[in-house]
Structure formats: structure tokens, C-alpha cells
T-cell receptor, first 112, second 115 residues
Framework: DQQVKQNSPSLSVQEGRISILNCDYT??????FLWYKKYPAEGPTFLIS?????DKNEDGRFTVFLNKSAKHLSLHIVPSQPGDSAVYFC???????????FGTGTRLKVLA | DTGVSQNPRHKITKRGQNVTFRCDPI?????LYWYRQTLGQGPEFLTY????????KSRLLSDRFSAERPKGSFSTLEIQRTEQGDSAMYLC?????????????FGPGTRLTVL
């Protein structure tokens, strides 16, 4: 049972344009969400997070939007840069153990 | 302290052999997590420790798997009688505190290949 889903396995965007990565979840008890970026041969690195009491969080070029009624979150990257090319994972936090439940990832390729 | 470290980075073993991985978390991080990632999937939770206590184990963690965190510092993950299906990236993460907003910091992972 996949509680966190990323339905787009890959995405290609032109440099300078906006990248939008989507994530859906099924458990309404999740109260915190994060996005991680992963390069090959490295562990995931934290990018941005959002609490369920907010609907938007912004950090530089990265903005995460949360729609609780739709159980949907998205990551916007603008402007996209070639160095943003990586696999992006969304994760929901289990409020009891604080373990992360990850989606399957979206591979972003930013074309120069 | 430069972050979470894991050793070895790569391990190739034959089916049936035992393997052990080590994770050194960020100093003073009281929580330590193990995840497993296979190709095309996100990391999947295996187990976690708060200090030296192992508080939860996923059903993914069969009885061939055992994890320890003596003295609440580094942790080891041992796989006995390895099977080809154990081939994966094993990730360790650590965090401090007891809040959902406490970010987990991941190590570079140990890639296991079982022949």
C-alpha cells in the first residue's frame, strides 16, 4: 500500500523555466512533509519542508504548496537550473515514530 | 562533524554470506534510522533507534536482519544468510529531538550486491 505517490517518474524542463513536481498522499494523519533531492551515489539531501498548518513555504527558488483537502503537495522550482537535475523524493512524516514515508521519486532533468 | 557516515560504501558478497554495515550519526543526534532503497523506489523504512533503544522494526526486516546501537552512538545493521533480493542501497539517517519537524540527515549509503 503506497501511502505517498509520485506519479511522474521523470520530468524534463528547459533551463530558466519552472519545474513542478507533484506528490499525493493517502493518510490524512500526516502532519509534516519534506522534499529531498538525491544525486547518484549520494544520500538524499533535505530541500524544503512544510507543516500541515501551512499551505505554502518558500525558500529562494523553491516553493512547496500543500493542499490538504486534496492530499496533494507540489514543489515548484523557478528558475530551473541544470544543477537542479536530480531525483526528487517527497516524504511524509509518521507522527508517532517520525519515520519518513517516501514516494518513488521523480527524476528531473533541466536542459541547458 | 561532517555529517552521517556509512561504511563500507560498497559491498559485494555471495549468497548465503553474512554482511555487516556501520553507520556513524551526527554527534548528539539521539535518533537513528535505517532505510533500504531499491532501483526505481524511494527509501523504505527498516528500523529506528532512540538513543540505544530500538523502538520500531518494519515487517520488511526479516529475522535475518538485526540492528544494534550500543551506547546510543554508532549503529550496525547485519544481514545473515544474504539472498539476492537483499541487493539494495542501505541508507542511514539521524536526527535530534522528538518533533516531526526535526529533519533527518542521511548518509551516503552502503550499496549491497548479492551474487
Amino acid at each position: 500500500d503506497q501511502q505517498v505517490k509520485q506519479n511522474s517518474p521523470s520530468l524534463s524542463v528547459q533551463e530558466g523555466r519552472i519545474s513542478i513536481l507533484n506528490c499525493d498522499y493517502t493518510n490524512s494523519m500526516f502532519d509534516y512533509f519534506l522534499w529531498y533531492k538525491k544525486y547518484p551515489a549520494e544520500g538524499p539531501t533535505f530541500l524544503i519542508s512544510i507543516s500541515s498548518i501551512k499551505d505554502k513555504n518558500e525558500d529562494g527558488r523553491f516553493t512547496v504548496f500543500l493542499n490538504k483537502s486534496a492530499k496533494h503537495l507540489s514543489l515548484h522550482i523557478v528558475p530551473s537550473q541544470p544543477g537542479d537535475s536530480a531525483v526528487y523524493f517527497c516524504a511524509a512524516v509518521d507522527s508517532g515514530t517520525y519515520k519518513y514515508i517516501f514516494g518513488t521519486g521523480t527524476r528531473l532533468k533541466v536542459l541547458a | 562533524d561532517t555529517g552521517v557516515s556509512q561504511n563500507p560504501r560498497h559491498k559485494i558478497t555471495k549468497r548465503g554470506q553474512n554482511v555487516t554495515f556501520r553507520c556513524d550519526p551526527i554527534s548528539e543526534h539521539n535518533r537513528l534510522y535505517w532505510y533500504r532503497q531499491t532501483l526505481g523506489q524511494g527509501p523504505e523504512f527498516l528500523t529506528y533507534f532512540q538513543n540505544e533503544a530500538q523502538l520500531e522494526k518494519s515487517r520488511l526486516l526479516s529475522d535475518r536482519f538485526s540492528a544494534e546501537r550500543p551506547k546510543g552512538s554508532f549503529s550496525t545493521l547485519e544481514i545473515q544468510r544474504t539472498e539476492q533480493g537483499d541487493s539494495a542501497m542501505y541508507l542511514c539517517a539521524s536526527s535530534v529531538g522528538t518533533s516531526s519537524s526535526n529533519e533527518q540527515f542521511f548518509g551516503p549509503g552502503t550499496r549491497l550486491t548479492v551474487l
